[in-house]
């Protein structure tokens, strides 16, 4: 047995003990009987005996949970105040703590109890990642508990104390687990008790020169009195709400920002705490006007309630889903601890600026330089038609939701009349709802004849749709919410029965242009978001009593009630608690705050029930969604964003000769009360989607009269004739250009236009780049194999689409949606055939390319006057020697398969049409391996060449640290000592 230090004194005692002597006499005459007895067993030594012994500070409680502990200090020149803020300021950690070697994933910012935070450290030259959470927050320093590899656990307290004109840092380390119970436990403590003090010996001349920052009070959890439940400090809670309504304006002609103002205030009041809580705020979020243009609205908010120059974010110019967006967002700030106290809002003056123009006044509402932008920007702007939608008129939302909600009667298998009088029931119960909201723009309540029936105040403005069938956009309106973390709330001491918490929010896009998506009446979107956010809250759609869906126009509530699995017709649970956009307003883009402040009042009201409101722009397009309650929520609020399993797309064309299907069709109305056209979506048997519009009377007298719903029908320009009186199905869309499977760990990625020799269009790329942003999300995909269907791997751009305007390059992968920024993860080409050109960039994206023998490579863009700027230039150069990737460059003639496996430029050579087997052979025998591991090399491989000589070994480590710190690696051992196959688990 190992000899401890103090054992044989303590077994004097007790020797002493059993012939009836005193031990607390002996301990008061030799304290250290016991001090030593303690340094021995746990390797703590003198850095922690109890101060009623050693006549020294007391140690933290806690530490003594710790089998080994350090401790180092170090008095520095400055206020105990200003210290701790730096100290508490873990973005300084890297200026001052010498084993810190970067962090793992986001650095962290102002340490709050609840936040967690991954660094890569690094003792006697072994790179480790460390998992910190801070358990508490004071005056005086802070707390954190963490984890390392090989189940090592942590504490670390630091602690500040007044010293006259100073202040001196004490910093308390303890070490558990196995690795400190091991032989190498009291070298690794000593280790770190030497890097503590070499920390602490660097601090007083960094807080010297550092920039003074104030310190922010200490943040600790909040105790929810109702539930009992205790809250991280960061947890974001809706405070506040109001709405402004003027439905006669104001004489004073108020632009959009004086509206958001007067809501704000209003929400203050509505807090408790008073309009002095609007002046501590510590940034703006507004949603984009657009009855007048801002540079930064919220600037102009913040000075105007005396918040000084504050972090302004703001929505993109259009979408209706940022009104539920930047309240996602600003949660989101809020639970990172970069806010405590943040003000949302949005504004319109439609109906004054409507007012102005019709008195001849022009309005002097407040310009902003043209450099004028917000400190952030959210959400997604990009051009909302494609060619096909543009020549055809469908820019108007009018026209596209009336587009859309044909193709929903079509999905429903109802007549004109029976889906006139299911729309008009629907809008006549939401109109209902407006009726009992004192913040609605047109609280009546109207019956289902009164809304179908065509007048002169209620004319047809796109069939199906009637004027009382479609969105109100001038008004004047404004929403203010005022959110805060629950520890600024308690301490602004805002009655806890006012909160309300947002327990998940979630955004993401359906395919973008409306006449390219599969089916024009479902949103694979909301379906992905709804599930999202319901699985994070921990809630059932069954469970959430108050629901308000975008309420535009009808289809679009009927298409998220029915991806959501919400009845359209309970009376007990409506689908709006405005009255939508029609009978509650709507205000440009905010409709989603006015949602969000209404449901507030409801879930006060009902303190344990669950809200959900969703938010959505352009044509169903762009989407936000959240949930909401009184009662704390399960787990911390994440704003999500979820990868959307798009099925796949229909070209959309104009200028076709044939026979197809009638998909959906509407007919904008002028203001006499005539058709000014029709609009129609018909398939053609390859699937595709061709629009047309025509004038033609006879087709607008028939459309109008009858129904043309699933009749086949010739298509000649812009004529359209029926040839059959019975409805037939309609085709399904073209084959996917790209197709994934999955065997087991690997991901078969597959390029699917044999036709054109697997060439790449716009649509191809799209699904490539979804394809890898699918296989980058799948923890489950540990390697994935690029292929082409048919015997080709891929002719690289498609020169014909590119000639229509189809150039495959994508917003975020670049050139065919891939070469630009390739997966993370490891990726194997398989190729059969020519991999020229395009199809020769598109194989060196590739980690690892298996060639047949009959295949062939090469960049032969130098022989068409072009220049192989899609990565084959730049990769023959780093994977060749210099004279063959300038060979391969300057004459652009192709090497066969063999000649490329001689210079390593494949890695294995396959029989024809076995290429995809043998990759997988070869995927399989990497996706046996620990997936940490297999990253770490891979992205070791990847950035060595960026890295110095000197720091080469430093960055390796750092790199491979998340995986020699995993439990996969313990799990490695464990297995080869018992002769087994080892599970992974990717952690």
């Known amino acids: 047995m190992t000899a401890v230090p103090g054992f044989d004194k303590f077994r004097a005692v007790r020797r002493q003990l059993r012939a009836g002597g005193d031990l607390l006499g002996a301990v008061r005459r030799d304290p250290r009987i016991v001090r030593e007895l303690v340094a021995g067993f746990t390797g703590r030594g003198e850095s922690i005996e109890p101060v009623e012994m050693a006549g020294e500070r007391v140690p933290p409680a806690g530490l003594g949970e710790f089998t080994r502990s350090a401790y180092a200090s170090q008095r520095v020149e400055a206020g105990a105040a200003r210290v701790v803020a730096y100290l508490t300021g873990l973005q300084h950690i890297p200026e001052w703590i010498?084993?810190?070697?970067?962090?793992?994933?986001?650095?962290?910012?102002?340490?709050v109890a609840g936040r967690e935070f991954a660094q890569v450290a690094e003792f006697m030259g072994i790179p480790a990642d460390l998992r910190w959470t801070v358990l508490e927050v004071s005056e005086s320093g802070l707390h954190?508990?963490?984890?390392?590899p090989q189940g090592l656990l942590l504490g670390l307290w630091i602690t500040v104390t007044g010293d006259g004109s100073g202040a001196i840092v004490h910093l308390d380390a303890g070490l558990a687990g196995q690795p400190i119970e091991g032989p190498l436990g009291a070298t690794v403590a000593r280790s770190l008790g030497d890097a503590l003090r070499d920390s602490l010996a660097a601090l007083p001349a960094i807080i010297s020169a550092a920039a003074t920052e104030p310190a922010r009070p200490a943040r600790k959890a909040v105790r929810h009195k109702a539930s009992g439940a205790v809250l991280a400090p960061t947890t974001p809670v809706l405070v506040g709400v109001s709405q402004v309504v003027l439905r006669t304006p104001d004489s004073g002609y108020p632009d959009p920002s004086e509206l958001a103002v007067r809501a704000l205030r209003a929400a203050a009041a509505d807090t408790g705490a008073g309009a002095g809580l609007l002046e501590r705020a510590d940034a703006v979020?507004?949603?984009?006007?657009?009855?007048?243009?801002?540079?930064?609205?919220?600037?102009?908010?913040?000075?105007?309630?005396?918040?000084?120059?504050?972090?302004?974010?703001?929505?993109?110019?259009f979408g209706g889903d940022g009104g539920q967006l930047v309240i996602n967002e600003a949660a989101a700030a809020i639970a990172a601890g970069d806010y405590d106290l943040v003000l949302v809002t949005g504004a319109e003056a439609g109906a004054t600026q409507t007012a102005a123009q019709r008195a001849g006044i022009e309005l002097d509402w407040p310009v902003q330089g043209a450099g004028v932008r917000p400190t952030r920007t959210v959400g997604i702007d990009k051009p909302a038609n494609n060619a096909a939608e543009t020549a055809t008129g469908l820019l108007a939302p009018t026209n596209m939701y009336a587009l859309l909600e044909s193709a929903n009667r079509h999905r429903l298998g109802r007549t004109p009349a029976e889906h006139a009088r299911a729309v008009a029931e629907l809008w006549s119960r939401f109109s209902a709802v407006a009726a009992g909201n004192p913040n609605a723009w047109q609280p009546q309540q109207l019956s289902a004849e009164e809304i179908a029936a065509v007048s002169e105040a209620n004319r047809m403005i796109s069939a199906p749709y009637t004027k009382l069938e479609c969105a109100n956009l001038t008004v004047d309106m404004a929403s203010g919410v005022i959110m805060c973390s629950a520890?600024?709330?308690?301490?602004?001491?805002?009655?806890?029965?006012?909160?309300?918490?947002?327990?998940?929010?979630?955004?993401?896009?359906?395919?973008?242009?409306?006449?390219e998506r599969a089916e024009l009446a479902a949103s694979p979107a909301i379906r992905a978001l709804g599930a999202a956010v319901l699985e994070h809250a921990g809630v059932g759609m069954q469970e959430i009593a108050h629901v308000d869906l975008y309420a535009c126009f009808p289809v679009a509530v009927q298409i998220a009630a029915r991806e959501l699995g919400v009845a359209v017709d309970d009376p007990k649970r409506p689908l709006s608690v405005t009255g939508g956009l029609t009978f509650g307003g709507g205000p440009g883009n905010n409709y989603g705050g006015h949602a969000v402040a209404t449901l507030v009042g409801r879930l006060r009201a009902e303190?344990?029930?669950?809200?959900?409101?969703?938010?959505?722009?352009?044509?169903?397009?762009?989407?936000?969604?959240?949930?909401?309650?009184?009662?704390?929520p399960k787990s911390a609020y994440r704003h999500l964003t979820p990868v959307i399993e798009h099925p796949p797309t229909r070209p959309a064309?104009?200028?076709?000769?044939?026979?197809?299907?009638?998909?959906?069709?509407?007919?904008?109305?002028?203001?006499?009360?005539?058709?000014?056209?029709?609009?129609?979506?018909?398939?053609?048997?390859?699937?595709?989607?061709i629009l047309v519009r025509t004038t033609d009377s006879g087709t607008l007298t028939a459309l109008t009269d009858g129904d043309w719903l699933g009749l086949p029908v010739t298509v000649s320009g812009d004529t359209v004739r029926v040839t059959g009186t019975d409805p037939v199905e309609l085709p399904a869309p073209p084959p996917a250009p790209v197709l994934i499977s999955r065997r087991g760990h690997v991901m078969i990625i597959t390029i699917n236009r044999p036709q054109v020799r697997n060439a790449i269009d716009l649509a191809t790329a799209l699904g490539l780049e979804r394809a890898i942003d699918a296989y980058e999300a799948d923890p489950n995909a540990r390697i994935a194999i690029l292929t082409g269907a048919g015997g080709y791997f891929s002719a690289g751009m498609d020169?014909?689409?590119?000639?229509?305007?189809?150039?495959?390059?994508?917003?975020?992968?670049?050139?065919?949606?891939?070469?630009?920024?390739?997966?993370?993860?490891?990726l194997i080409a398989a190729v059969e055939g020519p991999a020229?050109?395009?199809?020769?960039?598109?194989?060196?994206?590739?980690?690892?390319?298996?060639?047949?023998?009959?295949?062939?490579?090469?960049?032969?863009?130098?022989?068409?006057?072009?220049?192989?700027?899609?990565?084959?230039?730049?990769?023959?150069?780093?994977?060749?020697?210099?004279?063959?990737?300038?060979?391969?460059?300057?004459?652009?003639?192709?090497?066969?398969?063999?000649?490329?496996?001689?210079?390593?430029?494949?890695?294995?050579?396959?029989?024809?049409?076995?290429?995809?087997?043998?990759?997988?052979?070869?995927?399989?025998?990497?996706?046996?391996?620990?997936?940490?591991?297999?990253?770490?090399?891979?992205?070791?491989?990847?950035?060595?060449?960026?890295?110095?000589?000197?720091?080469?070994?430093?960055?390796?480590?750092?790199?491979?640290?998340?995986?020699?710190?995993?439990?996969?690696?313990g799990e490695g051992m464990r297995a080869f000592v018992e002769k087994r196959v080892p599970v992974w688990r990717g952690r």
């Open 98 to 111: 010498t084993f810190h070697a970067g962090w793992r994933g986001e650095a962290p910012g102002q340490a």
């Open 144 to 148: 954190m508990r963490g984890t390392g």
């Open 285 to 317: 979020f507004s949603v984009a006007p657009t009855s007048w243009q801002y540079g930064d609205l919220g600037a102009l908010v913040a000075a105007a309630v005396g918040a000084g120059a504050v972090d302004t974010v703001q929505s993109s110019p």
């Open 487 to 515: 520890a600024a709330a308690e301490a602004a001491g805002i009655a806890q029965d006012k909160w309300v918490f947002l327990h998940a929010g979630a955004s993401g896009s359906d395919e973008w242009f409306v006449s």
């Open 607 to 632: 303190p344990e029930s669950f809200g959900l409101a969703t938010s959505l722009g352009w044509y169903l397009t762009k989407h936000a969604i959240g949930v909401y309650s009184a009662t704390p």
């Open 653 to 689: 064309r104009t200028g076709y000769e044939g026979p197809a299907v009638v998909e959906a069709y509407t007919l904008p109305f002028d203001r006499d009360g005539a058709p000014e056209a029709a609009i129609l979506s018909v398939l053609n048997d390859k699937g595709e989607r």
């Open 799 to 826: 020169l014909k689409a590119a000639a229509r305007g189809e150039v495959p390059v994508t917003e975020k992968r670049g050139i065919l949606g891939i070469v630009s920024t390739p997966p993370r993860k490891p």
């Open 836 to 969: 020229l050109a395009g199809g020769c960039e598109l194989a060196l994206t590739a980690d690892l390319i298996v060639a047949a023998r009959n295949s062939t490579f090469g960049i032969p863009e130098v022989k068409r006057g072009l220049v192989a700027v899609g990565g084959g230039v730049l990769r023959l150069s780093q994977r060749l020697p210099r004279a063959i990737a300038m060979e391969l460059t300057l004459t652009g003639d192709p090497i066969t398969a063999v000649r490329a496996a001689e210079l390593g430029l494949i890695n294995q050579i396959a029989e024809p049409g076995k290429a995809l087997e043998a990759a997988l052979e070869l995927a399989e025998r990497i996706a046996g391996n620990a997936p940490l591991s297999i990253d770490a090399g891979k992205q070791i491989i990847d950035q060595a060449p960026d890295w110095s000589g000197a720091e080469a070994f430093a960055r390796q480590g750092q790199v491979a640290a998340a995986a020699l710190s995993s439990e996969d690696a």
